[in-house]
């Protein structure tokens, strides 16, 4: 096997250490193009995405969707309602100390062009994957997350 990335034999051959450098690579290029184009991380995106999907939820039902720590989901929240792109109203009904989220106008708009451009950063990044090739290492990932 070629020197592939690094100069030691034992990473070069160890598919953790692969994957975490495909990891990296993939969140340079993405955070970068978010950067950009919209101002915003791969980590607002992620939130954004499942404001979208699931408006109204909790701060911690958003921590647990992103498999974050309570403290960082919190000052990403505060960041992205620092920007105006997530609102946050305080429960009326049992559990009146709850932040429930939601994404404000801009908040959508930015959203909805991130997902266009997490399109086109994917599709460059997997370039170099056939379509079947791309597949199977979705479906590897996904069995090494769910099988835990």
Do not use: W
């Not at 450098?21 to 954004?48: P, S, W, Y």
């Not at 408006?55 to 992103?66: A, K």
């Amino acid at each position: 096997m070629p020197n592939l990335l690094v100069d030691v034999p034992e990473l070069n051959l160890s598919a953790s250490f692969m994957m975490g450098l495909a990891h990296k690579r993939f969140r340079v290029t993405a955070n970068q193009a978010l950067c950009d184009e919209v101002d915003i991380t791969l980590e607002m995106f992620g939130a954004l995405a499942t404001l979208d999907h699931h408006p109204g939820i909790t701060q911690q039902q958003l921590s647990d969707i992103l498999q974050r720590e309570r403290s960082a989901t919190k000052r990403l929240v505060d960041n992205c309602i620092k920007r105006e792109l997530i609102t946050a109203c305080k429960g009326e009904s049992e559990n009146k100390k709850a932040r429930y989220l939601s994404l404000t106008p801009l908040g959508s708009s930015t959203k909805e062009r991130s997902s266009q451009l997490m399109a086109e950063v994917r599709k460059q990044f997997f370039s170099a994957l056939s379509p079947e090739e791309e597949a199977t290492l979705y479906r590897l990932c996904r069995q090494l997350v769910t099988e835990q």
